[in-house]
């Protein structure tokens, strides 16, 4: 009787509508609630509750009103009453006044969980580029649930959305299924401290924290969302579209329908692309650098040479300075962590006494000024697509498709690095008078990492494509793929590498149609100002080929000299080319982003 008169009593205080049709619901309303439904993105089928699934929104909405009060109906992975599995849909339809308020309030699992995130406000992390990871050379986005009261920034919790990868499946497998849609993709939840762990020290990625603008009520639509998801959904994985950025978009919509962030701006989402979208709403940046990165800044203010010695021979470092074992501590973590503590006893046994060493020293002040992590952030960079008017031996038309290239501006992008794909021209050959349309590049990507005695990255380059190298040839398609290892040296500004590889040409005009073998590749990348808005960039590219099938080796000299232009928004390139055959060409490049 009591309880029947405490419900009795809440009705009265809130007095319930009769269902209404989705269509009566103001704008605003009708929108909010796409959002919640993430616009149809999800694919599984029990996270929608009507019989028409998906795309209907008035269906849903009638079926949301009709179930949600159903306290005998359960749902999702845990079994539990409907009301308990759609949170924000329960939320936004009490705002309404359309079903009682005491709807959703028995749901230990969800309140233990939503207790237990305790977000008091949301950051999206951008983790740096990892061009050595075919799947992570655009960079990578994740949420963290900022808490309240909190004694560390690693206790709060991060949701990612991923592909749910099977790990028999073969590389080309594994490449056809995340382009298109073979895998589901789903959300984890952990604890940030171990996404630092896995990003900042096992892969050496530096973290870009950006803290946004939503309000409570914003946020917690976001975890009720989350929760939803977690329960029901599973979204097919599209590694260009439907990503870890594009769906987190969408959820993030969901906390604020005004936004519009997973609409992709061409015909792929890259992360670069949210962290754009979402200017407007950053109210701080804070940055994380990587293990590696700051080991890379601590050997730039000691004798580096003298640091290697020390770590690799395990020298006693009982007359180092405070800089010094710092350094030579880090270098210890990191090897620690690639080891998976699995340290010889002799290691071990030279960091023990390390660690005594430093504890010895006073506590060092950092000199180093405060870093302008503008150059890191992504939302910062070049726009990602160019198109380029080329004069001179050859009047070509080019468009750019893709990340970046190695003459680009690398604020906002992994430096030192090219990822382009599908980049069709046409060409006029003014010796021969001919028009091209076939010089394309499907796949252009290079990585060029310095490789270092504490960070033994290999650099590589991948160019598959139709092109036309030779005037001579001009009207003739070539068909060429071409790859290649090896390694790079250099500092911040200047990058020499020297890589070997394979090649395979194919050509109406060779004598046996194919041409196949060896091929190496040295190239010099020099950048002249590097913290400019301005920048001025050289590179010589020289290639040798041989061919097993009896052609003559060949080897070619590019040389290009780039200059970004107009706040980044626009580049001139010279450049010269000259063949071993006695073919050379030159022209004058204009490009624009946009």
């Known amino acids: 009787m009591k309880v029947f008169v405490l419900n009795l009593l809440l009705l009265m205080a809130a007095p319930i509508r009769a269902a209404i049709l989705f269509s009566d619901l103001p704008v605003v309303d009708q929108l909010q609630w796409k959002k919640i439904l993430l616009e149809g993105m999800v694919d599984a089928q029990n996270y929608y509750l009507s019989d028409n699934k998906k795309l209907d929104y008035a269906a849903e909405f009638l079926a949301a009103q009709d179930l949600l009060i159903k306290s005998d109906v359960t749902w999702g992975k845990l079994k539990a009453p409907i009301a308990c599995v759609f949170p924000a849909r329960v939320n936004f339809l009490k705002k309404l006044k359309l079903i009682p308020l005491e709807i959703g309030k028995n749901c230990k699992d969800y309140q233990d969980w939503k207790n237990g995130i305790n977000a008091n406000s949301i950051s999206v992390v951008f983790s740096s580029a990892y061009v050595n990871n075919p799947a992570s050379a655009f960079g990578h986005t994740f949420l963290r649930f900022n808490q309240a009261n909190k004694k560390s920034d690693l206790l709060d ?38 996404k630092v762990n896995s990003y900042n020290d096992f892969e050496g990625r530096d973290l870009l924290e950006y803290e946004l603008n939503l309000n409570s009520e914003e946020v917690s639509r976001v975890v009720d969302v989350l929760w939803e998801l977690y329960n029901t959904g599973e979204i097919n994985y599209y590694f260009l579209t439907e990503n870890c950025s594009s769906v987190l978009g969408a959820l993030l919509e969901a906390g604020r329908a005004s936004l519009d962030l997973k609409s992709a701006g061409w015909w792929y989402y890259l992360p670069a692309e949210l962290m754009v979208k979402l200017h407007d709403e950053i109210l701080k940046v804070s940055y994380r650098p990587s293990l590696k990165k700051k080991i890379e800044e601590s050997l730039e203010q000691i004798d580096e040479s003298k640091i290697k010695k020390y770590y690799q021979d395990l020298l006693p470092t009982d007359k180092l300075t405070a800089k010094e074992l710092d350094a030579l501590l880090q270098l210890a973590e990191l090897r620690q962590i690639e080891t998976k503590d699995k340290e010889s006893l002799d290691e071990k046994k030279w960091h023990s006494d390390l660690l005594l060493n430093r504890s010895k020293k006073a506590a060092t002040a950092d000199e180093k000024p405060m870093q302008d992590i503008s150059s890191l952030r992504p939302e910062l960079a070049h726009k990602k697509r160019k198109i380029h008017v080329g004069v001179g031996s050859i009047f070509q038309f080019k468009f750019y498709n893709g990340q970046h290239d190695l003459l680009d501006h690398d604020r906002g992008s992994v ?9 069709p021209s046409i060409s006029y050959f003014i010796k021969e008078k001919e028009w091209s349309a076939k010089d394309t590049d499907f796949i252009n990507i290079s990585a060029l990492p310095l490789y270092r005695f504490y960070d033994k990255k290999i650099s590589w380059r991948v160019q598959t494509g139709i092109k036309q190298e030779s005037i001579k040839r001009a009207g003739h398609d070539i068909v060429q793929a071409a790859g290649s290892l090896g390694l790079t040296w250099g500092q911040d500004r ?20 194919l041409e196949l073998g060896p091929l190496s590749e040295t190239l010099l990348v020099y950048d002249i100002t590097p913290s400019s808005d301005m920048t001025y960039k050289g590179m010589l590219l020289t290639t040798i080929r041989k061919n097993f099938l009896g052609w003559n080796e060949n080897a070619k000299t590019r040389v290009s000299l780039g200059h970004g232009m107009m706040g980044n928004k626009g580049q001139i390139i010279l450049e010269h080319a000259y063949e071993a055959t006695g073919d050379f060409s030159h022209q004058i490049k204009v490009g624009f982003y946009f």
Do not use: C, R
Not at 415 to 423: A, D, E, N, R, V
């Open 494 to 513: 200047w990058h020499f590498s020297q890589l070997f590889g394979a090649h395979a040409t194919y050509s109406s005009s060779f004598n046996h149609n």
């Open 415 to 423: 430096p030192f690095s090219q990822f382009t794909l599908f980049s």
């Open 157 to 194: 919790y991060a949701a990612a959305y991923s592909a749910n990868i099977y790990t028999d499946d073969l590389g080309p497998v594994y490449v056809f299924k995340g382009l298109t849609g073979g895998y589901t993709g789903g959300f984890s939840l952990e604890p940030y401290y171990m």
